[in-house]
T-cell receptor
């Protein structure tokens, strides 16, 4: 079946601009996660959504970062007033969650470059 | 979640078994061992996970010691396409985030 999809695959933006990154989880998965991976670095957790519960935002690095999950499906990660240090690959993952296992399945990522 | 320790890199000959070790001496009773890998420029790929019994699937086998303080991921017949960074992660099974360490760079050579 279809896996996690993310768009765009690549995004180049200028410092100070806002960007939106989209994640389409696997159908039926109730849990959704965002991570980022800077060049040569490990994966860093950003935010976690589970059903209708309040999201775990403990990994968001600043208030310029926010995320929404509409209708329990698609999620959008928004970065306002982008900075060069925001350049990274942003990865989304989903899990069946309470409807099944907690194994996370990752999308291909969005590579963000801030000039 | 318990901390894991993995060797930074390993080499393996194509066609041979690749055995990747992981130490997790502070693992608690409700924590599972998960293995993921990341091939260059791709998102992490789930491989296998287990609690205390050995597990096998179409990709790999997971051997967990009786005291659960260490484990080994076995790729039975490594191919060049198995060259990747392999991450051993310990966490409780429900909901929370995965904490990725530095992992082991596995290089499969012909």
């Amino acid at each position: 079946g279809a896996g996690v999809s993310q768009s765009p695959s690549n995004k180049v933006t200028e410092k100070g601009k806002d960007v939106e990154l989209r994640c389409d989880p696997i159908s039926g998965h109730t849990a959704l996660y965002w991570y980022r991976q800077s060049l040569g670095q490990g994966l860093e957790f950003l935010i976690y959504f589970q059903g209708n519960s309040a999201p775990d935002k403990s990994g968001l690095p600043s208030d310029r970062f926010s995320a929404e999950r509409t209708g329990g499906s698609v999620s959008t990660l928004t970065i306002q007033r982008t900075q060069q240090e925001d350049s990274a690959v942003y990865l989304c993952a989903s899990s069946p969650g309470t409807s099944g296992s907690w194994v996370q399945f990752f999308g291909p990522g969005t590579r963000l470059t801030v000039l | 979640d318990a901390k894991t320790t993995q060797p930074p890199s390993m080499d393996c000959a194509e066609g041979r078994a690749a055995n990747l070790p992981c130490n997790h001496s502070t693992i608690s009773g409700n924590e599972y061992v998960y293995w993921y890998r990341q091939i260059h420029s791709q998102g992490p790929q789930y491989i296998i996970h287990g609690l205390k019994n050995n597990e096998t699937n179409e990709m790999a086998s997971l051997i967990i010691t009786e005291d659960r303080k260490s484990s080994t991921l076995i790729l039975p017949h490594a191919t060049l396409r198995d060259t990747a960074v392999y991450y051993c992660i310990v966490r409780v099974t429900y909901g929370n985030k995965l904490v990725f360490g530095a992992g082991t760079i596995l290089r499969v050579k012909s």
